[in-house]
């Protein structure tokens, strides 16, 4: 893949504006407390997918790392996970029977930080959860780890238990950048547990990387990209940092003369993307990179990669239940998503047997612009015939007045728009964002409000 035809900076300056990463349409600021438990059931007995992935988050983390933007409590009490996960297991007591027509095909642990559990707390969720739930013979299982308070033998342990996928948040290796995030770690450690992860036989290993972040340059994230490479692993996170001090107030200890300027973070985006496709990865949407083989790439070929909350998959054809503080489930033609507050999250368990606090009940137009959006966000194509026949629509008279915005794109060689499908070239990879914003009916009243970060 030839990186340098995505930049043409003219073109990126023009348009680098704020926008959603799309995740979900609605975004989850449609999300409203009018929705209820009853809305959910309702979903699930709808819902054409039997299906399902699962999705737990577990908050805790040991230390606050200063660019962190997620939902986490910061503690070095184990204990409090015990707490955590009774109620979780009351949460998956109640949930659990929704789904009993449904097979599990994949399971995350996401957070805050799911390695802050002990082995004995992991086997008891994993374990739990594969009693609550029909689980397939073939699942997919994935964690997310911190690899600062860990030890070599949790790889073992996690694989004893299922799982065959690991994500580990590298970020930055400079020793600089790590002391002003607050996240100073081993990259020995790490090499070391990759390593002995692959002999045991894990299936697949992500590592995240972020650009943006305090004292980065293009020396030393070209350090960190090289060191990527050593490792050897399958898929690579790049995420741009975006620095929201009046959002969290963490992100207040970062000075903002300590963070690049625009034109330097520009830069470090592009040193990222040229180096990651120049050692052979595939460039997959907007921030993920995969080696050829892997089943993101054979996805973004065939057509069929999907985008949910966990971002890019290839299971796209599951339902998913979020299950502890503030996860988000997609269900049929919902959205939901818990409480974000843990006392909170507890009272809930404690009083109804849920924690759902809000979500939205998605429209036949919801349906089809989301479809555009999915299409466009994934596989950069989408068949007007498709979404006629699906939805009984002619495409280019439902969205008369979407098209006309789509001009500009097109005398600037970014979009080919023709009878039989909307195009996106590949110049305009890293401009995705913007041109489903054209199909967003929610944009207008968010357009100008601090509520997304900038494409770029």
């Known amino acids: 893949?030839?990186?340098?035809?995505?930049?043409?900076?003219?073109?990126?300056?023009?348009?680098?504006?704020?926008?959603?990463?799309?995740?979900?349409?609605?975004?989850?600021?449609?999300?409203?407390?009018?929705?209820?438990?009853?809305?959910?059931?309702?979903?699930?007995?709808?819902?054409?997918?039997?299906?399902?992935?699962?999705y737990i988050h577990i908050p805790f983390c040991h230390s606050l790392c200063y660019y962190c933007g997620c939902n986490k409590v910061i503690t070095r009490h184990r204990s409090k996970a015990d707490t955590y996960l009774k109620y979780l297991a009351d949460e998956i007591a109640s949930r659990a029977p929704l789904f009993k027509h449904y097979t599990v095909k994949q399971l995350h642990l996401g957070g805050g930080t799911p390695s802050f559990l002990t082995h004995e707390q992991l086997t008891q969720l994993i374990t739990l959860l594969k009693n609550s739930f029909s689980v397939s013979d073939n699942i997919e299982m994935s964690i997310e780890i911190d690899p600062r308070e860990i030890e070599l033998n949790l790889a073992d342990h996690l694989y004893t238990l299922g799982f065959n996928r690991?994500?580990?948040?590298?970020?930055?290796?400079?020793?600089?950048?790590?002391?002003?995030?607050?996240?100073?770690q081993s990259t020995n450690f790490i090499e070391s547990f990759i390593k002995h992860a692959k002999n045991i036989g894990f299936k697949s290993i992500n590592i995240d990387l972020i650009y943006g972040l305090p004292h980065q340059t293009i020396g030393t994230f070209t350090r960190t990209l090289d060191k990527a490479k050593e490792m050897d692993v399958d898929r690579i996170s790049l995420f741009s940092y975006a620095h929201l001090p009046k959002r969290f107030a963490a992100q207040r200890k970062l000075r903002d003369e300590w963070l690049p300027g625009v034109n330097e973070k520009f830069a470090l985006m592009r040193l990222a993307i040229e180096k990651l496709c120049g050692y052979g990865y595939e460039f997959i949407g907007m921030d993920h990179f995969a080696k050829p083989n892997d089943e993101l790439s054979i996805a973004q070929r065939n057509g069929s990669l999907h985008r949910n909350f966990q971002g890019y998959t290839t299971k796209g054809d599951c339902d998913l239940l979020g299950l502890g503080v503030s996860s988000i489930s997609d269900i049929g033609h919902i959205y939901s998503q818990n409480v974000k507050d843990l006392k909170t999250y507890y009272h809930g368990i404690e009083t109804e047997q849920h924690a759902l606090e809000k979500g939205v009940s998605l429209t036949k137009d919801d349906n089809i612009r989301g479809h555009v959006i999915q299409e466009l966000m994934c596989n950069l194509y989408v068949n007007k015939q498709q979404l006629n026949k699906k939805y009984c629509i002619d495409f280019d008279e439902y969205f008369?007045?979407?098209?006309?915005?789509?001009?500009?794109?097109?005398?600037?060689?970014?979009?080919?728009?023709?009878?039989?499908?909307?195009?996106?070239?590949?110049?305009a990879r890293l401009l995705v964002r913007n041109i489903c914003m054209t199909f967003d009916r929610y944009m207008q009243k968010h357009i100008n409000q601090q509520r997304f970060s900038r494409v770029i």
């Open 400 to 427: 008369k007045n979407e098209l006309p915005s789509l001009i500009t794109f097109i005398e600037d060689d970014l979009v080919i728009n023709n009878q039989q499908a909307i195009t996106i070239n590949q110049k």
């Open 1 to 54: 893949m030839q990186a340098n035809q995505f930049f043409d900076e003219k073109l990126l300056n023009k348009y680098n504006t704020a926008g959603p990463r799309y995740t979900s349409y609605p975004t989850a600021l449609e999300f409203h407390n009018k929705f209820t438990q009853t809305d959910l059931i309702q979903a699930i007995e709808k819902s054409p997918n039997r299906e399902l992935s699962l």
């Open 166 to 184: 690991l994500s580990i948040g590298v970020q930055d290796i400079d020793s600089t950048v790590q002391k002003a995030i607050n996240r100073e």
